[in-house]
């Protein structure tokens, strides 16, 4: 299957800082990127959706001012959680489908962000 | 609306078979899909199947699919140690030209030896 990688896996920050995680497909080129949060022994709550070269689709209750998101290139998206806070440590999980219509996603690894 | 329903947690010896039952809310969901989470990892998909279809049999993998009832079941067979894992059952919407997956709670899977 097709590989989406998922950088960092884990990340320590302090409260106020900016972080910045990156998603990527490897072997092929994604049109559509999907962002990710899950909070322990919950389900996974879809943040936003972004289309390359367009801005990015946000979920309801999710600010799109302290979840930057920017996808650039067909294989690459990233998600900076700016001024970050205790209350933002989770796990980010991203994941791409190849073209519109298409059924199939992959997912990234995820990365754990602990914000102290 | 959109809503994924699944049982929370599910313990079987090992050999036995595992069922993991989900329901949804969506009539217009295309595909339903079941996905497998090991701890601290990322999604992997398992299997998927197209909303025109019953069942869809794939290794030790069953996924039955009760449209009227809106109801989706995963079975594994002679299940191992190693299949201890969440189980996330999601359904597709096409919502704006693209489709955006809604997913269940998950369903911790333990396998005693």
């Known amino acids: 299957g097709a590989v989406v990688s998922q950088h960092p896996s884990r990340v320590i920050c302090k409260s106020g800082t900016s972080v910045k995680i990156e998603c990527r497909s490897l072997?092929?080129?994604?049109?559509?990127m999907f962002w990710y949060r899950q909070f322990p022994k919950q389900s996974l709550m879809l943040m936003a959706t972004s289309n390359e070269g367009s801005k990015a689709t946000y979920e309801q209750g999710v600010e799109k001012d302290k979840f930057l998101i920017n996808h650039a290139s067909l294989t690459l998206s990233t998600l900076t959680v700016t001024s970050a806070h205790p209350e933002d440590s989770s796990f980010y999980i991203c994941?791409?489908?190849?073209?519109?219509?298409?059924?199939?996603?992959?997912f990234g690894q995820g990365t754990r962000l602990t914000v102290v | 609306g959109e809503d994924v329903e699944q049982s929370l947690f599910l313990s079987v010896r090992e050999g036995d078979s595992s069922v993991i039952n989900c329901t949804y809310t969506d009539s217009s969901s295309t595909y339903l899909y079941w996905y497998k989470q090991e701890p601290g990892a990322g999604l992997q998909l398992l299997t998927y199947i197209f909303s025109n279809m019953d069942m869809k049999q794939d290794q030790r993998l069953t996924v039955l699919l009760n449209k009227k009832d809106k109801h989706l079941s995963l079975r594994i067979a002679d299940t191992q140690t190693g299949d201890s894992a969440i189980y996330f059952c999601?359904?597709?919407?096409?919502?704006?030209?693209?489709?955006?997956?809604?997913f269940g709670k998950g369903t911790m899977l333990l396998v005693s030896p």
């Open positions: 999601a359904e597709s919407i096409s919502t704006s030209g693209y489709s955006t997956l809604t």
């Open positions: 994941s791409a489908r190849e073209h519109r219509g298409s059924f199939e996603a992959f």
């Open positions: 072997d092929f080129q994604a049109t559509t």
